[in-house]
């Protein structure tokens, strides 16, 4: 479960990327909001939120919850116990919600430069969110 959790989450950064830097383009050149644009931020969406799915079935079943069960003293004073039980987790569903409250509001905007401004924010927060939580050192070992 952790191995699909880790390859899966290159897939979701790749895409978050790929979504931002469309959304910024699209805004700097001033483009038409197309069924392209929409369907790179529905996929985004779809890989992130199975990326969620997956990661609480890994979470739950993971040494860093059993360990913040039994002491979580001992988890909240080690940053990198801290780090996979509580930073990690939280911050990867704050960066869900962006993403779904961004795909959510962009529908509302009736702009093509809102729409892509709408993704720009909310998804490049989501990525800078993300980005900072990822246990790096864990994480490139694959």
Do not use: C
């Amino acid at each position: 479960m952790k191995d699909i959790h880790s390859y899966w989450a290159y897939l979701v950064v790749l895409m978050l990327a790929f979504a931002v830097v469309n959304a910024i383009l699209g805004l700097s050149k001033k483009r038409e909001f197309t069924d392209k644009d929409v369907r790179i931020g529905l996929f985004t969406l779809i890989v992130s939120h199975l990326q969620l799915l997956i990661g609480l079935g890994w979470y739950f079943m993971s040494p860093a919850y059993k360990a913040l069960k039994l002491d979580s003293a001992a988890v909240m004073g080690n940053p990198a116990s801290r780090l996979l039980a509580i930073e990690h987790p939280l911050m990867m569903v704050v960066a869900l919600v962006l993403i779904t409250v961004g795909w959510s509001k962009h529908k509302k905007k009736t702009e093509d430069a809102a729409k892509f401004k709408t993704f720009a924010i909310f998804y490049g927060i989501a990525l800078l969110l993300i980005l900072s939580r990822i246990p790096w050192s864990q994480w490139l070992q694959f």
